[in-house]
């Protein structure tokens, strides 16, 4: 079984960065898609980023362009480089795991990422 834990929210500025990680453990090698999503109040869930196991990437509309998934093999670990932050980015972020065969998906705690105008 794949667990998940992502750290690196916080409160930033409208115009400022942060970096997402999210680490990685268990069966890890059964993996073939990554993601991020988030969740604002009152709204639902959306694609923030996605990168697969041959490090192909797809981007929600509204960060494409500012935000960059990436993935360290070694280490375990996903990563998402978020700029231009924006008041509208505001929402729990939560690294997603997905396996084809047999499918499993599997959803890490989240971390709440507030951007202040």
């Known amino acids: 079984q794949v667990q998940l834990v992502e750290s690196g929210g916080g409160l930033v500025q409208a115009g400022g960065s942060l970096r997402l990680s999210c680490a990685a453990s268990g069966s890890i090698s059964s993996i073939n898609t990554m993601g991020w999503y988030r969740q604002a109040p009152g709204k639902q869930r959306e694609l923030v980023a996605q990168i697969t196991s041959g490090g192909r990437t797809n981007y929600g509309d509204s960060v494409r362009g500012r935000f960059t998934i990436s993935k360290d093999n070694a280490k375990n670990m996903m990563y998402l480089q978020m700029n231009s932050l924006k008041p509208e980015d505001t929402a729990v972020y939560s690294c997603?795991?997905?396996?084809?065969?047999?499918?499993?998906?599997?959803w890490g705690q989240g971390t709440l990422v507030t951007v202040s105008s």
């Open positions: 997603n795991a997905v396996s084809y065969g047999p499918y499993l998906e599997i």
